[in-house]
């Protein structure tokens, strides 16, 4: 596509689901990475994959969430049992190499737990 | 993990005012970019800076990188309404999973006009 996707675009969901948040990057793009933000916040890094390397995991906040890229391509984030404070706007960007290019980002889910 | 740390988180000027944010990291950079997001909407890429002492003019916009690559400024001349937003700087270091892209918390600029 012609920039990355995102969707839903909105989520609202019961404390206690689990959701799904999918993330198409642009075509041939290697990087791909997930950012929360929450209401007038800076960009909190979550998950990093590039390539056919490992996934950063290093910013995911606890176990009850997860990410997951199939074929190189889109990815999927998943928050199990979901809390109030997990309600954000859950940003996906890809760039097109690994460390010197900018980034593309989604427009973003917006997240409300209720 | 390697942080950038962005001041001032925020900032009000009159409009023909200038602004200034400015990056700093505790070891060297391999590259900083910089973004900027309108309300409501998603972060935007506005340039990289990669060599020491890089100065990078895009208009009323001037970007600069620190002689060591451990800090980087954006200045604005004369600000205008438009010029509205959170700008965030990003932050690479060499070597493996470092070559993400770190975010520091950003500035949000708003204007009086």
């Known amino acids: 596509g012609a920039g990355v996707s995102q969707s839903p675009s909105n989520k609202v969901t019961e404390k206690g689901k689990d959701v799904e948040l999918r993330c198409d990057p642009i075509?041939?793009?290697?990087?791909l990475y997930w950012y929360r933000q929450s209401l007038g916040q800076g960009l909190e890094f979550l998950i990093y994959?590039?390539?056919?390397?490992?996934?950063?995991k290093s910013g995911l906040p606890s176990d009850r969430f997860s990410a997951e890229r199939t074929g190189g391509s889109v990815s999927t984030l998943t928050i199990q049992r979901t809390q109030q404070e997990d309600s954000a706007v859950y940003l996906c960007?890809?760039?097109?190499?690994?460390?010197?290019?900018?980034?593309?980002f989604g427009q973003g889910t917006r997240l409300t737990v209720v | 993990g390697q942080q950038v740390m962005q001041i001032p988180q925020y900032q009000h000027v009159q409009e023909g005012e200038d602004f200034t944010t400015y990056c700093n990291s505790s070891?060297?950079?391999?590259?900083i970019q910089w973004y900027k997001q309108r309300p409501g909407g998603h972060p935007v890429f506005l340039i990289q800076?990669?060599?020491?002492?890089e100065v990078k003019k895009q208009k009323r916009l001037t970007f600069q990188f620190g002689e060591a690559k451990k800090n980087s400024s954006l200045h604005i001349t004369a600000t205008q309404t438009t010029d509205v937003g959170t700008y965030f700087c990003?932050?690479?270091?060499?070597?493996?999973?470092?070559?993400?892209?770190?975010f520091g918390k950003g500035t949000l600029l708003t204007v009086n006009p």
């Open positions: 960007a890809s760039s097109s190499s690994r460390g010197g290019t900018e980034a593309f």
């Open positions: 075509s041939g793009h290697t990087a």
């Open positions: 994959f590039q390539g056919n390397s490992a996934p950063d």
């Open positions: 070891t060297t950079l391999s590259n």
């Open positions: 800076l990669v060599k020491s002492g």
């Open positions: 990003a932050g690479r270091w060499s070597g493996g999973s470092n070559y993400k892209l770190t």
